[in-house]
């Protein structure tokens, strides 16, 4: 079992950078993949991007690819999301999430809600013109 913690979070402009922690103790043992995925007010959660756990392989919504990198650090336990480039309608609550081992991790090059198990309580991103 993994319990996503995510972290950084906050306030900056357009054009502006964040980088998100998700600190999960034990995800590569536990989880088949990692996932961000954010939540809009009046708007469905909808998947941000994705990494394999063991291979690294990455995958990214259309909408933030070549301004979002997902990556890891399994000896801190830890993925990120380094935004970049950022745009008002990025503004969400980001959350980080796990998939077991027998649950997809992708569809469409996209995660999906109904594939991750367990959730991190989210970490707010407001991005301001």
């Known amino acids: 079992r993994v319990q996503p913690v995510e972290s950084g979070g906050g306030s900056v402009q ?22 961000w995925f954010r939540q809009a007010p009046g708007k469905e959660r909808e998947g941000v991007a994705c990494i394999y756990t063991g291979g690294g392989s990455t995958y990214y919504a ?4 070549g301004r979002f990198t997902i990556s890891q650090d399994n000896a801190k336990n830890t993925v ?3 935004m970049n480039s950022l745009k008002p309608e990025d503004t969400a ?9 027998a ?3 992708y569809t469409g090059d996209v995660p999906r809600t ?13 991005v301001s013109s």
């Open 14 to 35: 357009a054009g502006g950078s964040l980088r998100l922690s998700c600190a999960a103790s034990g995800y590569t043992s536990s989880a088949k993949c990692m996932g």
């Open 62 to 65: 259309d909408s933030v690819k």
């Open 80 to 82: 990120y999301l380094q």
């Open 93 to 101: 609550m980001y959350y980080c999430a796990a998939a077991d081992w």
């Open 103 to 105: 649950s997809r991790c």
């Open 114 to 126: 109904y594939d991750y198990k367990y959730w991190g309580q989210g970490t707010q991103v407001t």
